[in-house]
């Protein structure tokens, strides 16, 4: 089982990205995945995940309205379409197998499962 992600790079603020994950030994309809970050001297962070039944998003509190997760389950890829950029978005962007839950107020959470890929960086500066 391996993840591959792409897509990383040096973008201005307000600029765009999109970040793919190439699985291969799973299939992404089956499977929850998301996108994790973490930045020099932070904590990792989950960014986005994609549920495995019905395509169910999360999305962090900080990337909510400017980022958005898809998965094209024929090429067996998950996307982060990542707009409105920001200096505080830099990091080491990576994809993982995910484990999803419906909390008690009905939203969702994420966690990292088992299978992690490397990284691709992103860097928001002028």
């Known amino acids: 089982v391996q993840l591959q992600a792409s897509g990383g790079g040096l973008v201005q603020p307000g600029g765009s990205l999109r970040l793919s994950c190439a699985a291969s030994?799973?299939?992404?309809?089956?499977?929850?995945i998301g996108w994790f970050r973490q930045a020099p001297g932070k904590e990792r962070e989950g960014v986005s995940c994609?549920?495995?039944?019905?395509?169910?998003?999360y999305y962090a509190d900080s990337v909510k309205g400017r980022f958005t997760i898809s998965r094209h389950n024929a090429k067996n890829t998950v996307y982060l379409q990542m707009n409105s950029l920001k200096p505080e978005d830099t990091a080491v962007y990576y994809c993982?197998?995910?484990?999803?839950?419906?909390?008690?107020?009905?939203?969702?959470?994420?966690?990292?499962?088992?299978?992690r890929g490397q990284g691709t960086l992103v860097t928001v500066s002028s």
């Open positions: 994609i549920s495995s039944t019905d395509g169910s998003p």
């Open positions: 993982a197998t995910a484990r999803m839950f419906i909390e008690p107020d009905y939203s969702l959470s994420c966690y990292e499962n088992d299978v």
């Open positions: 030994g799973l299939t992404s309809d089956v499977t929850p």
